[in-house]
């Protein structure tokens, strides 16, 4: 037992050295935009032709989520867009443009507390959160599921995923980094189990996710970048991970697309595919 302490002890302060690594802010975001159509350009969305809607969308008393749409004069189709966490709907623009050209329509939202949406930057009180979310997405832009195709990346595809498990359809889905379980999950979950409601900021690491060195400048760069890890995200992801089904009993009956980089470190992928 004394053994088993120390090495949690241990454990723990790696964790939290290699966290705390990182370059931290909490300085307020220099938002380069005054309207809509300057944050598109910011971000290189390609919105000539097309029709933009843009509004927030209230998800409980005192919280909202952005939420935008753009629709080509020729319209083919819809896809609504989930981003993953600590990035937004925006960054995501070389998506956007590519489904754009080919004549869909994009609906996308900003999670709660990531890019225009409002709540604690990072943070997670519960995954219901995201459900009603999604909810208020579907109701206001007269989503049919049936008809649409649902693209997910990371924490958009646990969106998804637990949208699919609760009976729900779409026209098919694609899921990029699928995240059920984070990596390091089974420590994170000792750490916080053992630390009780131990809660706090951690500086989000500068180690790139991604092998495309510009995307990773553009999103480090970006005035809306999130600069601490909530660990009550990560309280969030756990409880929802032990509400699931066994692997066993999940059966889907939308077709699933799955694109998975095998050098992936930010999720468990080795679990989450099966």
Same mark, same amino acid.
Do not use: C, M
């Given at each position: 037992m004394f053994y088993q302490k120390n090495i949690m002890k241990i454990l723990s302060l790696? $964790?939290?050295?290699?966290l705390l690594l990182a370059c931290f802010s909490n300085g307020e975001p220099n938002i380069p935009w005054n309207n809509d159509i300057q944050y598109l350009n910011y971000y290189g969305i390609?919105?000539?032709d097309c029709q933009f809607s843009g509004t927030n969308l209230s998800i409980e008393e005192s919280a909202s989520i952005w939420s935008w749409s753009l629709k080509p004069a020729e319209c083919r189709g819809r896809v609504l867009y989930f981003h993953g966490y600590l990035d937004h709907s925006a960054l995501s623009?070389?998506?956007i443009n590519f489904l754009l050209s080919r004549g869909m329509e994009v609906i996308a939202f900003d999670l709660a507390g990531h890019g225009r949406s409002s709540g604690a930057r990072g943070g997670l009180e519960d995954f219901e959160e995201y459900r009603?979310?999604?909810d208020a997405v579907i109701n206001h832009w007269e989503i049919k599921p049936e008809e649409t195709? $649902?693209?997910?990346?990371s924490t958009g595809c646990s969106i998804i995923f637990d949208y699919l498990l609760r009976g729900g359809t779409c026209?098919?889905?694609?899921?990029?980094?699928?995240?059920?379980? $984070?990596?390091?999950?089974?420590?994170?979950?000792?750490?916080?189990?053992?630390?009780?409601?131990?809660?706090?900021?951690?500086?989000?690491?500068r180690t790139p996710s991604t092998s495309n060195e510009q995307f990773y400048q553009k999103k480090w760069?970006?005035?809306q970048r999130i600069s601490v890890f909530e660990i009550s995200w990560a309280r969030s992801i756990i409880r929802w991970n032990e509400q699931l089904?066994?692997?066993?009993?999940?059966?889907?009956?939308?077709?699933?697309t799955i694109l998975q980089g095998l050098r992936d470190r930010v999720v468990w992928y080795d679990y989450n595919i099966p």
């Open positions: 790696a $964790f939290l050295s290699i390609e919105y000539q623009s070389d998506l009603r979310s999604l195709y $649902f693209i997910g990346h026209k098919a889905t694609l899921w990029a980094a699928p995240l059920v379980r $984070f990596r390091d999950y089974d420590l994170v979950h000792t750490l916080i189990s053992d630390q009780g409601s131990w809660n706090p900021q951690l500086p989000v690491s760069q970006d005035p089904p066994h692997s066993g009993d999940i059966q889907l009956e939308q077709p699933v």
